[in-house]
């Protein structure tokens, strides 16, 4: 057997200790040498064992899922944004367009049963003696006071299912359908003067959890409104 040449390199010694730490060091190593990568030998002795490769697939595909999942919720909110400002643009124009507190009131109606599909809608406002046109007034020791006692107090829009009480204060012409949830709107600028009060017969229309902003800005809009002519 011939002696190695003497101006050959020795072959390096390297314990596994040394190998893993040099691939956790070059991660990119099996990509900028892959016919290493085809000379592995990951076996699959077991159902639970999987190669290298798939392993890595298995976790791309988990992260592209949760980027589509992500995805669609970012479109499906930029979706419902697009449809609230639309309908606040459309609400602003039904306002103007009104010409006195009655045509308000009525334009206002259709608008919320045409675009919100609202079954119900009720206005008032303290400081006004009598009803003009839709729009209630609200004496201090009135049933529909009573009925909105929470919304004067908190002085933001309250969600949920009505009471007996409300129902027969507010929408005590509803008939035999009467709401079974509403949204109740505050107006007024510096303190709450009256009330906006939207009924539907779905129970799970307006829910105590929802978000309130859209009726918010909807309350500013028809507070405004309602200055013109009161």
Do not use: W
């Not at 999987?50 to 930029?78: C, F, K, P, Y």
Request: proline share 5%.
């Amino acid at each position: 057997m011939s002696e190695p040449k003497a101006d050959q390199d020795p072959v390096p010694t390297l314990d596994e200790a040394e190998v893993a730490a040099y691939l956790q060091a070059n991660p990119d190593f099996l990509q900028r040498h892959p016919a290493v990568l085809e000379a592995l030998d990951v076996r699959h002795d077991t159902g639970s064992a999987v190669s290298l490769i798939e392993r890595q697939v298995a976790s791309l595909r988990r992260d592209n899922h949760d980027t589509h999942a992500r995805l669609r919720e970012l479109i499906d909110t930029a979706r419902d944004n697009e449809t609230r400002v639309q309908h606040l643009n459309g609400l602003a124009r039904v306002l103007l367009g009104a010409d006195d507190a009655d045509q308000l009131a009525t334009r206002l109606r259709e608008f919320l049963k045409r675009e919100l599909k609202v079954d119900a809608m009720f206005i008032g406002f303290t400081g006004i003696d009598e009803n003009v046109g839709g729009i209630h007034a609200l004496p201090r020791d009135g049933e529909a006071m009573q009925a909105l006692t929470n919304l004067f107090r908190r002085g933001k829009p309250i969600c949920g299912p009505l009471t007996e009480d409300q129902v027969t204060a507010l929408f005590a012409d509803a008939g035999d359908t009467p709401p079974q949830s509403a949204a109740l709107i505050p107006l007024g600028e510096d303190k709450v003067h009256g009330a906006l009060v939207l009924g539907s017969r779905d129970s799970r229309r307006f829910v105590p959890d929802m978000g309130t902003l859209f009726l918010e800005l909807m309350g500013n809009l028809v507070t405004a409104a309602c200055r013109r002519h009161l």
